[in-house]
């Protein structure tokens, strides 16, 4: 009853932030929007036993990522409103047609078992400990090459940061990505 | 009435469909951007719920390393973003037609 009510409450607000996001004029109100969404999908996750995965979600996503994302709005500047004319023909009603595609083929698809798996009476609560020895013992490889990524994509970032147009190489420019 | 997998993965589903529906509606760079972030939401949403219904935790180790990935991602992408603007002064991509033919 209470994940019920829940459930309602979170998909409503998970929903209005989606649409927030994607609606609206205002890149900040889309980047609230977003945060709206990504704070209902974290309570998703403790309704699903998922705990941890949800802490990391409040912590990397709508407190790094978010913050990042404003950080950029800000620089690239948000008074300039955007032109709303599209200029592909068809482009508007063909996607619409098929995102309404999409969207029914997945639903449809989410109907058959050999889509969602049998259904198994224990649920995994994924406290820190569990996750933990899941994924330094199964997972180890994989972990430690998700270090190796973070690491080039922000020396990626502070290359891209640091070139500039007149003077290639440039070194004391600010780079607000590579301290994230 | 209980909540069960299938609820989570058809709002995952929805939102998966918003998210794409960004991508491909809108021309500002940021908001396509966080239209991505809304479909890798969508996916985890998916993953955390189908784990729960399977009883297993590889749907959560599996969201950890989309998180990761798309944390990555997003570094990258609002640098190119940054860089972009700097030398164009324009957020919109369909102003970046200099590889045109």
Known sequence: MVELVLFVIFA?????????????????????????????????????????VAAVQVIVYAGAVMTLFLFVIMLVG??????????????????????????????????FVWVTGEEFPGAAIGTVERLGSDLFRRWVLPFELTALLLIIAAAGAIALGMFRRGEEGGGEDEDEEGAA | MTVTAGWYLALAAVIFVIGAGGMLLRRNALVMFMSVELMLNAANLSFVAAGRQLGLLDGQAAVFFVMVVAAAEVVVGLAIIVAVFRRRATASVDELSGLKG
């Open chain 1, 12 to 52: 409503l607000a998970a929903l209005l932030g989606a649409v927030t996001t994607v609606w609206a004029r205002n890149p900040v109100y889309s980047a609230l929007g977003l945060m709206l969404t990504l704070f209902s999908v974290a309570v998703f996750y403790v309704s699903n036993g998922a705990h941890f």
């Open chain 1, 78 to 111: 948000v008074d300039r409103s955007e032109d709303r004319r599209e200029n592909l023909p068809v482009q508007r009603p063909l996607a619409l047609a098929l995102l309404a595609l999409f969207g029914a083929g997945v639903l449809v698809a989410g109907r």
